[in-house]
Structures are given as C-alpha cells and as structure tokens.
C-alpha cells in the first residue's frame, strides 16, 4: 500500500517539472550531471552550449554528451612558457593528413585551428570536428562526435565559442 502511494505523490511533486522533460533534457542520462549555457570548463576556459549536456571525466578529460554528439575536452598549461605563435606552429604541424575543411587563424588574443576528420570504424565512419584554442595560458583541446551531418553546424559553433581568461 506504501509503495502506492509514495508512487503517486512522487507523481505529484514530479508534476510541475513535466513540461521541462519534454524538452531536449528528457533524452539525457539522469545518472549524470546536467550542464547547460556558458559552461566553466576550467577556471580560465568556457564555452558556449547550444543545449543542455551530461557531464562525465574520463581520466584528466571532461566529457559532455548527449543523444547524437560526444565532447572531449582537454585543458593544457602552458608549461614550457611557449609564445601562442611558438604552440600554434606545433598544433597546426601536429593535424593529421586526413584532415580537411581546416580552419586556422587568430581573433583577438586567441588563436584557432580546427578541421574535420572522420575515423573509420567497424560500425561505419565516426565523423569528428576537432579544435584547438590558443592562450598565453595554455591551450583546450576539443575532438566533438555526432552522428548527424546536421550536428556539424553546432561542433563548429561550441569550438567557436571557447573563452578564455587570465587567471
């Protein structure tokens, strides 16, 4: 009888958030944090979402996903004292050779270089958006997945988005 009735007032108290989970949040794991908007990736990088994400770590790398597209996120310092010139050359002498519709240049203090490279799995191709953000700080590093071509348009605009700030 208890459990009946805990069913319905769950139901009820639930209520209210229904029309929440119609939207783009009802497809996400509960199991795991939501993210959403201008996210803090670490104290001096953000990035913009387009939608709310999950939120994982997978060793020293942040993980943000939903249905249909995968981010890793890696944050790296600026340990050797390198010019942004100096480690902009390396990330851009390191873009593998299948990469294409690459995209490189500075805006601001920042400097960008991002392409596309799609991986050949058994399951079928993987299609991936890659980006590298360039700071005096250090640099993030951000390898997106999605399943749909549509979803190019907003792997684009999240390596677009990264802000940084001096700490």
Excluded at 32 to 51: G, K, M
Aim: charged share 20%; net charge negative; aromatic share 12%.
């Amino acid at each position: 009888m208890f459990a009946g009735v805990a069913k319905v007032l769950a139901l009820i108290l639930l209520l209210p958030f229904a029309a929440a989970w119609a939207e783009d949040v009802n497809t996400l794991n509960p199991a795991y944090p939501i993210v959403d908007d201008r996210f803090q990736v670490t104290a001096e990088w953000s990035i913009a979402l387009d939608q709310p994400y999950n939120r994982t770590e997978q060793g020293s790398e942040l993980v943000l996903f939903r249905p249909g597209l995968t981010i890793w996120i890696s944050a790296w310092p600026n340990e050797n004292g390198d010019s942004i010139d100096q480690r902009a050359r390396w990330i851009a002498g390191e873009t593998s050779r299948g990469a294409y519709d690459v995209v490189t240049g500075s805006r601001g203090p920042l400097f960008r270089h991002a392409f596309r490279l799609d991986e050949v799995k058994a399951e079928g191709v993987l299609q991936g958006y890659f980006g590298y953000t360039v700071a005096s700080g250090g640099h993030l590093q951000m390898a997106i997945f999605f399943d749909n071509q549509e979803d190019l348009a907003t792997a684009k605009s999240i390596v677009e988005s990264v802000g940084y700030s001096e700490p």
